[in-house]
């Protein structure tokens, strides 16, 4: 079993950057971040595998956000540019075991609790 533990959100005025972390309690393969407001559900952000050779974004934030990973600390990072309202919501960080990438919520193993990012207009 991997625990993931999310930190870095807070609250911003659109145009601000964040970085988020994501430190997990043993090695996994891809990790990717995902986001969810209320109501709605789990939105894929980024994903990159385990060497960082590939990296995969959603469009929304596509030339913004940057995901990148630590392997010897085991941490994920995603670090947000020019932030906008809409990027307000709860950052989830995701793992999986099989070494292929994915961008779909239940394909991924473990996740973490959650951080909370708020962006002012």
């Known amino acids: 079993q991997v625990q993931l533990q999310e930190s870095g959100g807070g609250l911003v005025q659109a145009g601000d950057s964040l970085r988020l972390s994501c430190t997990a309690s043993g090695r996994t393969f891809p990790m990717a971040w995902f986001r969810r407001t209320p109501g709605e559900e789990r939105e894929f952000v980024a994903a990159t595998n385990w060497r960082s050779t590939s990296t995969y974004y959603a469009d929304s934030v596509k030339g913004r956000f940057t995901t990148s990973r630590d392997n010897a600390e085991n941490t994920l990072y995603l670090q947000m540019n020019s932030l906008k309202p809409e990027d307000s919501a709860i950052y989830y960080c995701?793992?999986?075991?099989?070494?292929?990438?994915?961008?779909?919520?239940?394909?991924?193993?473990?996740w973490g609790q959650g951080t909370q990012v708020t962006v002012s207009s």
């Open positions: 995701a793992a999986r075991y099989t070494n292929v990438i994915k961008t779909k919520a239940d394909e991924y193993d473990f």
